[in-house]
Each structure stands twice: as structure tokens, then as C-alpha cells.
């Protein structure tokens, strides 16, 4: 499972397909504190990148892979 | 050679020549229409896509000539003249030539190459600018660019990226992809699309609206839109977007957007003995010593300020090759100011500090370039022309045969060069770059794969409505009306399927026939009263909807008479030009219809007809002049029903015929003799022209009077069951009138009994009436017979001995009387002698085929409602 979900954060690990999406925005939806944790994300599925965005949680700890950098960087302010 | 993919080429062709060429002469009398010069050069672009499928180099290099010149016409560049339409229309006759070699035997004929050569540069020289390239017709105007507004907003470091890239001679451009709500649900995966871009240099991902709460949020639409800066080429970004070309909007970006610093503002900074240094250095264009000295400063401040942001820009644009004095005089001037002053687009003036207007935040609002529209956005689908899909998808099939890998390898190269072709003809680079990629992955892998998935694409693409397809087929859709959209829906059938159907129709009909034959016998044999009677009623729906089919099947086959007129204009126009006369034509009642077989027939009668007007007819201008006229002339052709009946009238308004002169002549050709002449009306002496052998030009023109006179005319009208007529007034003009028939299919005939039980069937329209004679009252004059009726000598033939079957044996007596059918053939009246009457009915005449066609006197056969065949008399040769 590339995503796992401990307490309060949703770590996100390897390549994060478009079928996390849903499990993910439950998460977000149950926890209200929820933070992303996306260290060791190496591709991100617009779908999930959607919930990231649209949930309008932190991202606690940045990725490293140089693209899925990009990405959140793209998302704009709020998001880092 | 010649394939149905020829075939449709060929058919297709012959459509665009035709409207192509009505087109140039519509656009002679008024040559700022812009619609009619858009279907012009449309008909033209498109005959030089469809070409481009095969393998005529001649061919498509004329027709792009052509293209070119139209284009510049189009463009406004060139007007129209008379000796362009004339060349242009040559171009056309050559082309249409080529068609027809092309239909016979697959080839353009010897000299092509130096035919097209010499008409090609007869063309070029037309063109305003030494042949410079045509604004390149397949680039789609009205193709919306991405907007560039939110290139400026970049984080700096990423604008200051794509700057320097752009510093080494990358071009830079704009993407904005709005990926489609349920892209999720094909497969896609938008964002690491962007991935694949080279260069990437600022990305920038939005929701299309503001975001729900998460409670609302389904992860499953797709709400994002992405935005990306690339220093790439146009075309690298359409072939990485191919699959979602219609989402993706590109526009190039120009460098100056991105410079924008930006940051804290600067606090006491002192940097005014810079800003007096650098101001001198920029003019005197001493780019090192501001280079050290930007340099220099930039060390001195922290990087989170304003000026620090300025001093990176201003170093990126001082390490150009030949940096742009106006960029690093803004750059200078928001230093002093401390706020963003707007730059200059490349190559413009020079802006001093003083002169700046009042500060702005962010170039957005800094003069735009005009964007030229790098892409299209259509889907690769929307702009192939219904022939190339076809094509298309012939080679998808010849894909997917189920062949071994040798069959395959054989194959390969064949579709490969096919479909670049089709490529090269309607779509852009880039479908044909992903093609030939996927051609030489499929080689390495021997398997068809790769090969259809962009097969795929092209064909299934999101905009493959096919009516869409063939609106924006010439990429002109936004320049004016769309050709199919909204139009009525056509489909095209071969005439033998139509034929096959009348065919049909015609065996229903006379099996129906036979079904009163069964009433009479269910009641004559079988006393069944009660059986013939709901036979009958049964017969009574059959024979209406038999009749109604042959009604609708007899609409399909109804064509416009403009299918023939349509020529004229050109051809009057030509003929005139040459003959030094003005005449202008004018058709009414093009729409009137009529069936297929008689319109096809029209066409040489009409253009004899049209052809000796123009010819001997109408005066030259000067003559008309003198004779109180104006000088142009004009020739009307009229076409419009009277009851089942087209007729077709060709006026003129010129000197008429002179019935005196015509007398004259037809006496000293020994048509007539003097006698004769005398009595005659001045109306039938004008209808003597269509004597054979009959020409009243002085001479033999190159036109017309080439000793065929108006009796093909009246032999090819004939033939149709149609009738011709002139009527003139001399010094006033001349009226010729054809009348047809609406339709050739059903045919009205008597049944007459000879040689003892024979049926045969005589056309009704011959028949004057029917008599019975006493045979005392025949008159005998030697070997011939005659008879009296109504104070009239009327021959008398015996259609037994005229088709040669043994009269009957003479019986009895002269009380005895003989059927005698009185037929009227040309002006000649004949009693025919039949051994009885028949009814008369409608019969479906099937002329004689193969061996048999040759035999004269027999117009054809039908079948009747008993199985019996009735051979049809063709009266006209018979006697």
C-alpha cells in the first residue's frame, strides 16, 4: 500500500496511483489535523495531488523526488 | 491501377474542378465576394490534399500553384483579372484532362512533367512577392492561444530559468492544459504528463474553480488547470499533448514577460552612484563593466530584497549574447524606483527612467506581443478530410489482418508510406512525426502496435464527429459558412444501386400485374367468386404501394438541371471571349429535376444549341450597336416543368434567323425544292435547320457549323421521347425549346396482335388513333396501299410483312374489315395494320442488351403480368 495512514498523518510512499485518491480523501475527511507526508512520494497521481490540493492540508514533510517537487511547488501557497 | 481509393479520388475531383471553376467565373463579375473566393480556394486546397495520396508529382505541384495564387488572392495581396481567371481556368482544363487520364488508365499522360512545369510557372509569375511561401493554408486561423498572463506571476527563479534558456536560442512557450472533467476514468494522469515536456520551467496547477470543502470533493473529477512554461519547440510540446491536443491550449511566450523582479523593498539602499554608472554604461553599450559592476553590487545585497531581484535580471539580461538596452534600462529604472517598471518588448526604443510611465505591478499589463497562434487546437480527427478517414482506416484493417510476422514486414512499408501520405496532405507535422515514430517502433518490434495506436488517434480522436471532420477539413472553418454542417444529409449511392432498385421495382410491378389474371382464373376455374374478390382487393393495396415505391425510387433518380447548366458559364464566357462578342448568360429554374437518364441527354443537345446562338446568332457588339442594341447580348436558358413534361428554353437576343435565307439554302442543298418552299410558313421554314445536313454559316467556324447541323439535336432529344422547337424573330433573337420527358422509366404502350397471336407493344405516344377499314376500301398503287380517312390518302403498312412473319392466310371475303392503327411519326401519318387491339398499359421498357441490341425496329421489352415478354416497336426505324 503506497499510502499509510499513522494518526494524524497520511504517508505517501513510492508511486501513488490514481485508486488512492478516495482512501486518501477519507482520510483527510475523518482526521481533522491531517498532514501529508510525502518524503518518500516518487510519483504523485493528479488525482491524489487533487486531494492534497483541495484538502488544503500541510504538507509536513516535503518530497524529494525533483518532479513531485515541482508539483506542490506548482500548487502554490499555502500548501508547504 | 485503378483502385476505388482512384476512383473516389476521381469522382471527388471532378466535383471540386467544377466548383472550383463556377466558382472563378462568379468571382470574375464580382471579385470581392469573399465566400465564393473561400469555396475557390477551398476546392482548390482540398483537390491538392487529396492528390498528395498518390503518387502524381505534376499534378499536385500545378494545383498548388493554384492554391498559391488563389491564397494571395484570398490574402488581398493580388487582384483578380481576367487573364488570371483565364489562366486559372486552364489550370482547371489541365487538371481535368489529367482526371480523366487518371480514370483510364492511371496515369497523367506523356508530358505531364512539362505541362505542369510551364503552367506552374505561369502561375508563380502571377504572384505578387518573388513565389515566396504561401501563408501556409493548414495553419487553422482563429486557433485560440494559451493566454500568457500568469507567466509573469512564476516564482523568479523559474522565469529566470527560462530566460536563460531562452538566452541559449530555445523558443519559449506557454501551455495551458485543462484536462477534460473525466480524464481520470480513461487513463490519464494529467500532471505527470507534464513530466514528459523537455525543459520544463514553471509549473503552475490551479483548481478551474475554488475548491469544495473536502466533505464535498469527488477525487474522481478532475478540476485542475495546469499551467507550464517550456523552453521547448511548439511541435515537441503537440507530440508530448497529442492524445489531449483539444484541451491543450500553447502560445509563445516573449522574453520580455518574463522579466519581473520582485521582492521586499529596498530600505535605504544606497545605490545611487550605481544607478548614475550604469545609465552611462547601457548607452555607451559597455556590458562588461556593468557586468562586474552588477556583479560587484549584487554581492553587497541581501538576495531577499527588491534590488536583489532586479540585479539577478539585470545580470540574466547582460549575459545574453548582445543584451537589449531597453530591458536593462527598465531593469535600471525599477532599481532607482524600487518598483517593477514595465519592459519593453524585444527591439523597441529605449525607455529613459524620466519618460517611464507611472510604475505598474507586473508586466502583465506590460504590452503583449501579438501571439501567433503556434498550434492548432483541433483534434488531429477534426481535420481529416472524409477520403483521408477512409483511407485511414483502410490501413488500420490491413493492420489488424491477422498476418504472420514475414506477411506483416511485407505489408509494413506499404501502409507506412500510404498514411504519411495522407498525413502530409491534411494534417500537421506532428501527427506525421508521432507516425513515422510509431513506424519504426512497430518495425522493431514486428508487431502492429504502435502503428494503430496512432491510427487510433487520428481516426477516434475526440472531435471525430465526422460532420466537424469536413467543416474543418480545409482548416477554414472560422473564415466563413461550414460546407456540411447543418446542410441537409446526402448520402451518395451509385447509380447502379438506384438502378437495381428500379429494376426491382419494375418486377414488383408487373408481378402485381399478374394478380388480376389469378382473380379472373380463381373465378373462370375454380367458381370462386368469393377468392377473386379479396385477390382483388389484395391487388388494390399492392398496386398503391408498388406505385408509391415507384414514385419515391423515381425522386431519388431526379437530378437538378443544374448538373448541365452548370457548364455554361465557362463555356459562353470562352466562346465569347474568342468570338469577340459579349454576351452574359443567365440561368433560371437551375433547381427544376428531372431524372437522371434525361438530364445526362441534355447536356450535347444544350450545348449545340448554345453553341450556334453564340455562333451565328449574336452580333458583334458593333453590329449590335448599329442595330440599336446594347452591345452585350444576352442568353437565357429557362428550365421548368409543365405538367410531366422539363422543358428546357434557350433565348437569345440576337439577329434571329432569317426564314427566307433558310428556304434558300435548304432549296440549293436540295433539301427541299422551290415548290415546297413557296409553301411553307415562315415558322416551318425556320424548323428546317433540323434537316440533317442542313448549316447556314457562311463558313465553318471553329465553333459550331462543322457540318453538323441542329439535327443531332433533334436525334438525341428524339431519343428520350422529348421533343425540339424553334420559334425566331428575325432582328429579334431566337427561342429554342426542348421538352422531355420527367422521366424514362415508365413507358405508355398499346398492345396490338400481328402474325397471328404475336403481342407487340407500340409507344401510345405515336398513336393518332385506331380505325377499322373495310378492305374494299383499300387502294392499291402497285405494290403499295392507301386509304381514305377523313378526305386525307393515308399509306397503309402491314406490320406482319414489316417485321417479316408470314401474313396470315386470306380468308373470305371483302366484308371482312382490318385494325388499322393510325401512327404518326415525325409529320408522317401511316396506318399500320394489326390482326387486333389490345389494351393499352404502363410498361417498364428494357432496352435490348449485348447481341441483341443491334437489331433495328425494336425500341425494347417489357414483361407482362402473365410471364409473357412484349417486344416494343420502335416505330421510327420500323417504317
Known amino acids: ?79 508547504s | ?159 529566470l530559468d527560462a530566460f536563460r534558456a531562452w538566452g541559449t536560442g530555445a523558443p519559449l512557450v506557454a501551455i495551458e492544459y485543462e484536462p477534460a472533467e473525466d480524464c481520470f476514468f480513461s487513463g490519464e494522469d494529467p500532471v505527470n504528463l507534464l513530466r514528459q515536456i523537455p525543459g520544463l520551467h514553471g509549473l503552475e496547477i490551479r483548481p478551474r474553480e475554488p475548491w469544495p470543502d473536502s466533505a464535498s470533493l469527488d477525487p474522481y473529477r478532475c478540476v485542475l488547470r495546469l499551467r507550464a512554461l517550456a523552453s521547448t519547440s511548439a511541435e515537441t510540446v503537440e507530440s508530448v499533448f497529442r492524445y489531449v491536443i483539444e484541451q491543450t491550449r500553447l502560445g509563445d511566450v516573449p522574453p520580455h514577460l518574463l522579466i519581473r523582479p520582485a521582492g521586499a523593498p529596498n530600505g535605504g539602499l544606497a545605490l545611487d552612484d550605481f544607478l548614475d554608472e550604469a545609465d552611462a554604461l547601457v548607452e555607451a553599450g559597455e556590458w562588461e563593466r556593468l557586468r562586474r559592476a552588477v556583479a560587484a553590487l549584487t554581492e553587497l545585497t541581501s538576495p531577499a530584497l527588491f534590488a536583489a531581484s532586479s540585479l539577478r535580471w539585470l ?29 519593453p518588448p524585444r527591439g523597441t526604443a529605449a525607455i529613459s527612467a524620466d519618460a517611464a510611465p507611472p510604475p505598474v505591478h507586473g508586466s502583465a499589463e506590460a504590452p503583449a506581443a501579438p501571439l501567433p497562434a503556434s498550434s492548432p487546437a483541433g483534434g488531429a480527427a477534426a481535420r481529416l478530410t472524409p477520403l483521408a478517414r477512409d483511407i485511414l482506416a483502410a490501413q488500420r484493417t490491413i493492420l489488424t489482418l491477422d498476418l504472420d510476422p514475414d506477411a506483416f514486414t511485407l505489408r509494413l512499408p506499404s501502409v507506412a508510406h500510404t498514411v504519411s501520405n495522407v498525413l502530409g496532405g491534411t494534417v500537421r507535422q506532428i501527427d506525421l512525426e508521432s507516425w513515422d515514430d510509431a513506424v519504426e517502433s512497430a518495425r522493431a518490434q514486428a508487431n502492429p502496435g504502435p502503428m494503430l495506436a496512432v491510427l487510433a488517434h487520428l481516426l477516434d480522436g475526440p472531435d471525430d464527429t465526422v460532420h466537424r471532420a469536413a467543416a474543418i477539413d480545409t482548416g477554414l472553418a472560422a473564415q466563413g459558412e461550414l460546407r456540411t454542417t447543418g446542410g441537409p444529409r446526402v448520402l451518395k449511392v451509385d447509380q447502379a444501386k438506384v438502378d437495381a432498385l428500379m429494376t426491382l421495382i419494375g418486377e414488383l410491378v408487373v408481378s402485381k400485374n399478374s394478380l388480376p389474371f389469378l382473380a379472373r382464373r380463381a373465378e373462370s376455374v375454380h367458381g370462386s367468386r368469393e377468392m377473386a374478390r379479396e385477390i382483388k382487393d389484395l391487388f388494390a393495396v399492392i398496386d398503391r404501394l408498388a406505385q408509391e415505391m415507384q414514385a419515391a425510387i423515381m425522386a431519388v433518380r431526379m437530378l437538378p438541371v443544374s448538373e448541365v447548366l452548370d457548364r455554361f458559364p465557362r463555356l459562353v464566357r470562352d466562346v465569347a471571349r474568342k468570338l469577340g462578342k459579349r454576351v452574359s448568360l443567365v440561368i433560371e429554374g437551375e433547381d427544376t429535376a428531372a431524372d437522371k437518364n434525361i438530364i445526362e441527354v441534355l447536356g450535347d443537345p444544350l450545348l449545340h444549341i448554345i453553341r450556334n446562338a453564340l455562333d451565328h446568332g449574336i452580333e458583334l457588339p458593333d453590329d449590335r450597336v448599329t442595330a440599336s442594341k446594347a452591345p452585350e447580348a444576352t442568353v437565357l436558358i429557362r428550365a421548368f416543368q409543365e405538367s410531366d413534361q422539363v422543358i428546357i428554353e434557350v433565348r437569345d437576343d440576337g439577329r434571329g434567323i432569317d426564314p427566307d435565307k433558310i428556304r434558300k439554302a435548304a432549296v440549293t442543298k436540295g433539301l427541299i425544292d422551290a415548290e415546297q418552299a413557296e409553301r411553307m410558313s415562315d415558322q416551318q421554314a425556320v424548323n428546317l ?180 415478354v412484349l417486344l416494343v416497336l420502335n416505330l421510327k426505324e420500323l417504317l
Request: net charge negative; aromatic share 4%; charged share 20%.
Open chain 1, 1 to 79: 500500500m503506497p499510502i499509510r495512514f499513522e494518526e494524524s498523518r497520511a504517508v505517501l510512499d513510492g508511486v501513488c496511483g490514481v485508486e488512492e485518491a478516495l482512501p486518501l480523501l477519507e482520510f483527510v475527511q475523518a482526521i481533522p489535523d491531517a498532514a501529508f507526508d510525502l518524503g518518500s512520494c516518487t510519483l504523485i497521481h493528479s488525482a491524489v495531488l487533487q486531494v492534497v490540493a483541495a484538502s488544503g492540508r500541510p504538507v509536513a514533510v516535503p518530497p524529494t523526488e525533483p518532479f513531485v517537487v515541482r508539483l506542490i511547488a506548482a500548487l502554490g501557497e499555502g500548501q
Open chain 2, 1 to 159: 491501377m485503378t483502385t476505388p481509393l482512384l476512383l473516389r479520388f476521381v469522382a471527388e475531383a471532378r466535383e471540386l474542378l467544377q466548383a472550383a471553376a463556377s466558382g472563378l467565373l462568379a468571382l470574375e463579375k464580382s471579385p470581392d465576394d469573399e465566400t465564393i473566393i473561400n469555396t475557390v480556394f477551398r476546392s482548390v486546397h482540398t483537390l491538392k490534399g487529396s492528390v498528395g495520396l498518390f503518387d502524381f508529382p505534376a499534378f499536385a505541384k500545378l494545383v498548388h500553384a493554384g492554391e498559391d495564387v488563389l491564397s494571395a488572392v484570398r490574402g488581398g495581396q493580388l487582384s483578380l483579372t481576367s487573364e488570371m481567371v483565364d489562366l486559372l481556368l486552364d489550370m482547371l482544363d489541365r487538371v481535368a484532362a489529367w482526371i480523366d487520364d487518371i480514370e483510364s488508365d492511371g496515369t497523367l499522360g506523356p508530358g505531364a512533367d512539362g505541362l505542369s512545369h510551364e503552367m506552374t510557372a505561369d502561375l508563380r509569375s502571377l504572384l505578387p512577392i518573388p513565389a515566396g511561401p504561401a501563408p501556409a493554408p493548414d495553419s487553422a486561423p482563429g486557433v485560440a492561444a494559451a493566454s500568457i498572463d500568469w507567466v509573469p506571476d512564476l516564482p523568479e527563479a523559474d522565469r
Open chain 2, 315 to 343: 545580470a540574466a539580461v547582460l549575459a545574453l549574447p548582445s543584451p537589449e538596452p531597453a530591458w536593462a534600462k527598465a531593469l535600471i529604472a525599477s532599481l532607482a524606483t524600487g518598483q517593477a517598471q514595465p519592459v
Open chain 2, 689 to 868: 435547320v433540323f434537316l440533317p445536313g442542313f448549316s447556314t454559316a457562311a463558313q465553318v467556324s471553329d465553333l459550331s457549323g462543322r457540318g453538323v447541323g441542329m439535327d443531332v439535336v433533334v436525334t438525341a432529344v428524339e431519343r428520350t421521347g422529348g421533343t425540339v422547337s424553334l420559334t425566331s424573330v428575325k432582328g429579334q433573337g431566337t427561342t429554342a425549346r426542348l421538352s422531355l420527358p420527367l422521366s424514362m422509366a415508365v413507358t405508355r404502350v398499346m398492345m396490338v396482335e400481328a402474325g397471328g397471336g404475336m403481342l407487340f407493344g407500340i409507344p401510345m405516344d405515336h398513336i393518332a388513333e385506331t380505325v377499322r377499314i373495310h378492305r374494299s376500301q383499300v387502294r392499291r398503287f402497285k405494290q403499295s396501299e392507301a386509304f381514305v380517312l377523313r378526305d386525307t390518302i393515308v399509306p397503309l403498312l402491314r406490320l406482319d410483312r414489316l417485321l417479316g412473319i408470314a401474313p396470315p392466310a386470306w380468308f373470305g371475303d371483302d366484308d371482312q374489315e382490318d385494325s388499322v392503327l393510325v401512327v404518326r411519326v415525325g409529320n408522317a401519318v401511316t396506318g399500320l395494320v394489326v390482326d387486333h387491339f389490345r389494351e393499352g398499359m404502363d410498361i417498364i421498357l428494357k432496352p435490348f442488351e449485348g447481341i441483341l441490341s443491334g437489331i433495328p425496329g425494336y425500341a425494347g421489352t417489357a414483361l407482362l403480368g402473365d410471364g409473357r
